[in-house]
């Protein structure tokens, strides 16, 4: 039997795979390399929340770490990983300086979910009421940061093949230190209600996000008003985890516009459903709301920034439409004409076969993870960027949070 290998995981926060598409990813990525016998253990600094998965029922090792503090660095000499996966380029500033100081042979893995700095730059262009640009992102600190971490780590893994190619055209990345791996998604089952079994329309979304609240602000003032006025029977679903005041103030029944909060089983609600709406004005990655439409066989109308690089040369399962009048026309199409709406469900189906099976890319992913491990230090001399970035002279993050421990310490000696 091949030995294990020892895979730490630090995380932005604890997996809810019922409360956002991240949860689900993170949960994916744990299943893969439990299935390729790695001892996997999950370390995070933040709270265990009630919707947080229970890693422990997973064999999974739990830990908890303090940020700005050397504690963790005993903790990885005494766990000795082979991999450390980030969650995020955050986490990855703040321990990935001390995972190279104390497991400086450990290869180094980024999880990027999307490019936030791609997401935080259209945000900014949309608050100003102006088109987006990729000089926006050129300019930003942010994407200065998020760029850093990529060059840092040996390998960063992306949801979306359209941010690979951002970063390869806009930034120079060296492809090998990109690679794409999406969310896995399929058919939930064959039991999926018919078009005369469904009824409304339908959003889902985590509330964290901006790119969500956002959205469902749009659909409360602009969109649904509009389609209730040629279909004024129709009613508006609003689902999220961590529904704030100012979401709960968009419930108006008497405007069949509903903020329904947490759904205890996303599919369940999606798939009794007849359209997914999700007019999205900004955001990144690839959208887990839209991948679940298509696994519970429900059509869309979303924008093209919702659809960005899922469907790849698959046709849309619904339709794509960016101005408010014509999103509202395809909505009120897809609702009503059965025969476009079985057509647009048989698409994505097909589109999940092709793009988002998990047979498609477990295998080569694995394969390229032990072949990093094999070969460290042959690839890390090709990124002489990262070993500049990784110098004495430019690990402003290090010196930052070795003054920040300091200072703590300070405080409570003088207590």
């Known amino acids: 039997m091949q030995n294990s290998k020892i895979l730490l995981i630090i995380g932005f926060v604890f997996p809810e795979p019922k409360s956002s598409a991240a949860g689900c990813r993170m949960l994916q990525l744990i299943s893969i390399f439990k299935s390729n016998n790695y001892k996997i253990t999950f370390a995070t600094t933040a709270q265990n929340l009630e919707f947080s998965e229970n890693l422990k029922n997973l064999e999974i090792n739990v830990d908890s770490i303090e940020l700005n503090n050397s504690s963790f660095d005993q903790f990885i000499i005494n766990l000795n990983p082979d991999v450390v996966l980030f969650d995020r380029f955050m986490v990855e500033e703040q321990f990935g300086w001390r995972v190279s100081e104390n497991c400086p042979n450990a290869i180094k893995i980024l999880d990027t979910e ?17 088109e987006f640009e990729f000089e926006d992102m050129l300019k930003s600190e942010y994407a200065k940061r998020e760029i850093a971490s990529l060059y840092r780590c040996d390998i960063s893994l992306f949801v979306s093949q359209f941010e690979i190619e951002i970063l390869k055209t806009h930034f120079q990345i060296p ?13 939930i089952d064959n039991d999926i209600p018919t078009f005369k079994q469904r009824n409304d329309f339908i959003f889902i979304g985590n509330f964290l996000h901006d790119p969500n609240w956002d959205c469902v602000l749009y659909l409360s003032e602009i969109i ?21 005041q100012k979401v709960l103030q968009l419930h108006k029944p008497k405007n069949n516009f509903y903020i329904m909060q947490r759904a205890e089983n996303a599919f369940e609600v ?21 991948l679940e439409a298509m696994q519970c066989g429900t059509p869309s109308v979303t924008t093209k920034i919702g659809a960005e690089a899922m469907s790849g040369n698959y046709n849309w399962n619904g339709f794509i439409e960016d101005n408010p009048e014509e999103f509202v026309a ?19 189906f097909e589109i999940l076969e092709n793009r988002y099976s998990k047979s498609l890319f477990e295998t080569d992913f694995i394969e390229k993870i032990e072949n990093l491990v094999q070969n460290r230090i042959k690839n890390r001399n090709k990124n002489y960027v990262g070993i500049l970035l990784q110098s004495q002279q430019l690990l402003s993050t290090k010196y930052m949070s070795k003054w920040i421990e300091e200072k703590n310490r300070n405080k409570q000696t003088n207590m």
């Open 114 to 130: 999307d490019l936030h700095s791609l997401r935080f730059s259209r945000q900014v262009a949309h608050k100003e009421n102006r």
């Open 175 to 187: 492809e090998n230190l990109l690679y794409y791996l999406p969310i896995f998604a399929s058919k």
């Open 224 to 244: 649904f008003p509009k389609i209730r006025e040629v279909l004024p029977d129709a009613k508006m679903l609003i689902y999220g985890a961590y529904c704030s």
């Open 270 to 290: 999606v798939k009794k459903a007849k359209v997914v709406l999700a007019p999205l004005r900004f955001g990144a990655g690839i959208k887990g709301k839209l």
């Open 330 to 348: 395809k909505a009120v199409n897809l609702y009503q004409e059965e025969s476009i709406w079985n057509k647009m469900q048989h698409n994505g």
